[in-house]
């Protein structure tokens, strides 16, 4: 049997070429003017790309039917996106205002547990891709989730109300966006599954028009992800592409507070020598810091230094959080890792009880960094930082079971 004695032959071929098409020219986004000409710094955005693709049709086709929801983790240590926070883990599931669900797991210990009922993407200019972009509609919050004694739960999403814990859904709605916020390295995740509780039938196999679709979607993702980042953050994220090493004032949308969290995010630029400063008064709830590549995905948190929440910091005598982002390891306990690239971004989120801090930066010689930094400032010895890079991969081993 050759192609043509097919009757969907045409379509799916018409459908895949255009695919390959678009992959490829979203594989020219690695070479845009935000990102360094360094080898390190073209292959991480290829590296960006590859990794999406690995997901594309996880998402566009694998996960998508509504009626058979599958929870899909889109981002760990081996895939970024859409300017993930290195300590918060991301899941999503696809899900329609007409039918009823039950997500059922157990609860863990992450500080921060949220999920959200996601509505529908609005149109017009800024709007990012798939699969974000969609409105939050409705969130329960780990301090709302009600468990057994032994931690387990089930949470009803759609259909009429039951018991405390329930999601209401709309016609509308069409994701469940699940996020996970972790703050001491002996926090373990939630374990969950999700189904429609109705479900009667196998899933039937996808037929040819649902994979021109899928095909489609995943078109759309491949190149939004390479197009979108980092321009959309510069015009709809509050970074100044212009002022670099400054971070903007925290905002925080309606979105936002749905989501439970408030954020900054700062382009950096630091030169072979230069180290940048990073204060603000150390204060109450859940804040975490993020260091990211040009294109918004988090560096390597599995093995480096390029994250931190409060129980991992050390405060200064006076009250003062100082953290050194750094090409090289300064010695001091704070040290955020560059990966050695030139240029990245670097997020700040608070989420949970008090109020966002205020963030000063300044850019410093590396060479100067004891005399800028206070008398008493934490270091570290060669010994201590291989300790910490095993804490640290351990417990991220410990929240992606898969590693």
Not at 39 to 59: K, P, W
Not at 268 to 274: A, K, V
Not at 355 to 360: E, G
Request: glycine share 10%; charged share 25%; net charge negative.
């Amino acid at each position: 049997m050759a192609y043509g004695d097919g009757r969907d032959d045409a379509a799916l071929r018409r459908a895949w070429e255009t695919f390959c098409y678009r992959l490829k020219a979203a594989g020219e986004q690695a070479f845009k003017d935000h990102n360094a000409v360094s080898g390190a710094q073209r292959v991480d955005a290829l590296r960006f790309l590859t990794q999406n693709l690995g997901q594309a049709f996880d998402l566009a086709l694998e996960t998508r039917d509504t009626r058979y929801p599958s929870v899909h983790a889109f981002c760990g240590p081996t895939r970024k996106l859409g300017g993930d926070c290195a300590d918060f883990t991301y899941q999503q599931a696809w899900i329609d205002g007409q039918s009823t669900y039950r997500l059922v797991g157990e609860r863990g210990t992450a500080r921060f547990f949220n999920v959200t009922v996601q509505g529908p993407r609005p149109d017009g200019p800024g709007v990012l891709h798939e699969p974000f972009g969609d409105v939050p509609e409705a969130n329960l919050t780990g301090a709302e989730l009600v468990t057994a004694p032994d931690g387990t739960f089930e949470v009803y999403i759609g259909g009429p109300r039951r018991g405390e814990n329930w999601l209401p859904t709309t016609p509308g709605s069409r994701k469940l966006f699940i996020r996970q916020g972790f703050d001491d390295w002996d926090e373990n995740p939630a374990r969950l599954r999700i189904e429609r509780v109705d479900m009667a039938s196998p899933r039937p196999v996808p037929n040819p028009g649902q994979m021109v679709d899928a095909i489609a979607w995943a078109s759309e993702f491949v190149t939004g992800v390479m197009e979108d980042w980092p321009e959309f953050a510069f015009t709809y994220g509050g970074v100044d592409a212009q002022r670099p090493n400054h971070f903007p004032a925290v905002s925080e949308g309606d979105g936002d507070t749905k989501r439970g969290r408030a954020a900054a995010n700062m382009h950096w630029t630091l030169g072979p020598d230069e180290a940048l400063v990073v204060e603000f008064d150390a204060h109450d709830g859940l804040w975490m810091l993020t260091n990211m590549g040009v294109f918004f995905n988090s560096m390597d948190f599995l093995y480096r230094p390029v994250s931190y929440t409060p129980s991992r910091t050390l405060v200064d005598d006076d009250g003062k959080v100082r953290l050194i982002v750094a090409h090289t390891d300064p010695g001091f306990h704070n040290w955020i890792d560059t990966q050695g690239f030139e240029r990245g971004n670097l997020t700040y989120r608070h989420m949970l009880e008090g109020s966002p801090a205020v963030l000063s930066t300044r850019v410093v010689e590396h060479s100067a960094l004891a005399e800028v930094l206070p008398a008493g400032t934490a270091v570290v010895t060669t010994e201590e930082r291989t300790a910490q890079m095993w804490e640290r991969f351990n417990a991220i081993r410990r929240r992606y079971s898969s590693l």
